[in-house]
């Protein structure tokens, strides 16, 4: 670490050390913050933490995460290391379905101490709605997905602290299945042509045993008992502090009554074929409606849930300086279509700042990142080449940027090894210390 640095955290932990104990008596005023994350902020401002070095880095870190999200898919897990010293935030995107319950863990080492800072937004098209927040860990946020659409997460640590934590995002059922048969006995989806494609099926058909009992998929109220032509002998449940409305359809017998409440695993009535399923096998005919019309029931109900692959890449690599072993891409997605990405040539210098089932994170020496694929990466043990400096005098820079900090000068016919590159860059070493930057 340069001395520079070395000060301004030894200053930082000083003044976060005063803030913590001004925070634990009370000196601190908060209004209503949105999150854990947002309140933290607050203090650090009231405390000064703002102007010094670190806690604006922090600061900033927060917002520019967020405008460089990655795009990952549901299920995900990740391995990951926060270093204190660059004070980074991670983010990422993903789509979910309305009805889909999210789950989303978090596991740091040390278990005690420092938390890491959680917060998760849906995107619209105007702004960000927060849907969740944490601020403790080894524990699950799990919440309802209730519009389809991109989410966003956030993770942070407090200032100043090197963490590793494991994150894990799965996806399941929101509501509990209608019936005690499993997701093998829905024979037809929603959307599937009826009558000569006329119309089209406005939920799934799940079948059983004649005479068996259909449930309730979680608490809630018995808004209407009923018949009519094509549902037979129905039923229509709304779940509590929901939106839709759930319509149990074809019954043999209805066991309810209007305005009863239930508790998930209740029966309802019995599956029959009644109504336009006479000629059918029994099953029950399972829809969800909102204000909207018509909606697919399968996100809600299909209690499979996918487990992320393990993760790949040893995970002593983490936090650890590799170079590319090869002209590879740094992707923007977990996904193999991705487009969105930039070709970096064989020796770039990275950190692996994360990694997932195929991936590892880099932190490129520009604080750019993306993904790319763990096998393509090198430690940097032994030097690419050695090279003999050609200048009179030839200036060492603590980044790739001949605007940053000066390390130290070196004289004409200096032996260097160089480790690898940036753009127009060579990270070297000399005397088996590696000291810096140079121009190619």
């Known amino acids: 670490m340069n001395h520079p640095l070395r000060l301004t955290i030894l200053i930082c932990s000083f003044c976060l050390a005063s803030f913590l104990n001004a925070c634990k008596s009370g000196s601190v005023s908060i209004f209503k913050p949105a999150s854990a994350h947002e309140q933290y902020q607050r203090k650090l ?71 890491i800072y959680l917060d998760v937004w849906q995107m619209n098209t105007e702004n960000m709605k927060l849907v969740a927040s944490a601020d403790t860990l080894n524990s699950n946020i799990l919440f309802d997905v209730e519009d389809e659409g991109t989410f966003l997460i956030r993770l942070q640590p407090e200032l100043l ?40 099926h406005e939920g799934v058909d799940i079948f059983g045993k004649f005479r068996s009992p259909v449930i309730a998929t979680n608490d809630g109220t018995v808004e209407r008992v009923n018949e009519n032509n094509l549902g037979g002998r129905v039923v229509w449940f709304r779940p509590a502090n ?70 790949a890449s040893p995970l002593v690599n983490l936090n650890k300086t590799f170079r590319t072993a090869q002209n590879v891409f740094l ?35 520009d604080g750019g990142t993306g993904f790319i694929e763990y096998n393509a990466i090198a430690k940097v043990e032994k ?29 004409e016919s200096t032996l260097v090894n160089v480790l690898g590159n940036f753009e127009n860059y060579h990270l070297i070493s000399h005397d088996d210390e590696q000291i810096g930057w140079i121009k190619k």
């Open 161 to 200: 602290q090197s963490v590793e934590y494991r994150l894990e995002i799965t996806s399941g059922p929101s509501q509990g299945f209608p019936t005690h048969s499993g997701l093998n006995s829905v024979k037809s989806f929603f959307g599937d042509g009826r009558d000569a494609n006329t119309r089209k």
């Open 331 to 365: 992707h923007h997605s977990t996904e193999k279509k991705d487009e969105s990405y930039a070709k970096l040539q064989s020796g770039t210098i990275l950190t692996v700042s994360a990694a997932n089932a195929k991936w590892v994170k880099a932190e490129l020496a």
């Open 45 to 115: 401002i009231s405390a000064g933490l703002d102007k010094t070095a670190m806690g604006a880095l922090w600061l900033t870190s927060a917002t520019l995460s967020l405008d460089k999200a990655l795009n990952i898919t549901i299920p995900f897990k990740e391995a990951g290391y926060f270093s204190a010293e660059k004070a980074n935030a991670a983010a990422y995107k993903f789509k979910a379905l309305k009805g889909q319950k999210l789950t989303i863990s978090i596991i740091k080492k040390p278990a005690t101490g420092a938390s």
């Open 383 to 411: 030097p690419l080449l050695k090279i003999k400096l050609k200048a009179f005098q030839t200036t060492v820079y603590d980044k790739p940027d001949s605007s940053a900090l000066v390390k130290l000068i070196l004289k």
């Open 242 to 311: 929901k939106d839709y409305t759930l319509y149990y359809a074809h019954l043999d017998e209805q066991l309810v009554n209007a305005g009863q409440q239930v508790k998930k695993g209740d029966t309802l009535g019995l599956m029959g074929n009644t109504g336009n399923a006479k000629t059918t096998a029994p099953h029950l005919h399972f829809g969800f409606y909102t204000r909207g019309g018509a909606i697919n029931p399968l996100p809600f109900i299909n209690p499979y849930i996918q487990q992320p692959d393990n993760i």
